[in-house]
T-cell receptor, first 113, second 107 residues
């Protein structure tokens, strides 16, 4: 296990298309997080899973966004009907518990044209 | 409200000079704070946690509850310290990040 993996690394899509990203966390980590980062900003929280349960969603996560973690292992983040404002780096992170810090993936850079 | 403020977007110093990256937070509970670093073309990684009271790569950070600060310090900067630094607060079930400070260490 070499850390948190995200796929794809880059995605260019046309406005209105749907996109799906995948995150594979560190295998023993039961907590998985999705963040979004735009230019000049720090990572902003989107949603959080403990095992397969989605426990919190940010108001940034509009109804066009959906995340799943079906078996408590990998997670997917889908964006429907993409808009130019969705262009950002989407980061996935995992952790074993609170207060110990997260391990981040390399991110998926989404460009909506 | 949970908020982290990093007032400087860019800090530029010469090699060997002391460095202090500022971080202030707002949190009603007992704060748990972190510094993350992102080197060029690398992923975001944990640098240090306040609870560990450790020194990593010569960096230290002390939590000052009176001033609600968690500044990152290093007495002698090295060129390889050039990176983006993010201060983060452990809120309820998630980390809240500041906007980051780019540290540029020139030879």
């Amino acid at each position: 296990d070499t850390g948190v993996s995200q796929d794809p690394r880059h995605k260019i899509t046309k406005r209105g298309q749907n996109v799906t990203f995948r995150c594979d966390p560190i295998s023993e980590h039961n907590r998985l997080y999705w963040y979004r980062q735009t230019l000049g900003q720090g990572p902003e929280f989107l949603t959080y899973f403990q095992n397969e349960a989605q426990l919190e969603k940010s108001r940034l996560l509009s109804d066009r966004f959906s995340a799943e973690r079906p078996k408590g292992s990998f997670s997917t983040l889908e964006i429907q009907r993409t808009e130019q404002g969705d262009s950002a780096m989407y980061l996935c992170a995992s952790s074993l518990a609170d207060r110990v810090g997260y391990t981040f993936g390399s991110g998926t850079r989404l460009t909506v044209v | 409200a949970q908020r982290v403020t990093q007032p400087e977007k860019l800090l530029s110093v010469f090699k060997g000079a002391p460095v202090e990256l500022k971080c202030n937070y707002s949190y009603s509970g007992s704060p748990e704070l972190f510094w993350y670093v992102q080197y060029s073309r690398q992923r975001l990684q944990l640098l240090l946690r306040h609870i560990s009271r450790e020194s990593i790569k010569g960096f230290t950070a002390d939590l000052n509850k009176g001033e609600t600060s968690f500044h990152l310090k290093k007495p002698f900067a090295q060129e390889e310290d050039s990176a983006m630094y993010y201060c983060a607060l452990q809120g309820f079930q998630k980390l809240v990040f500041g906007t980051g400070t780019r540290l540029l260490v020139s030879p």
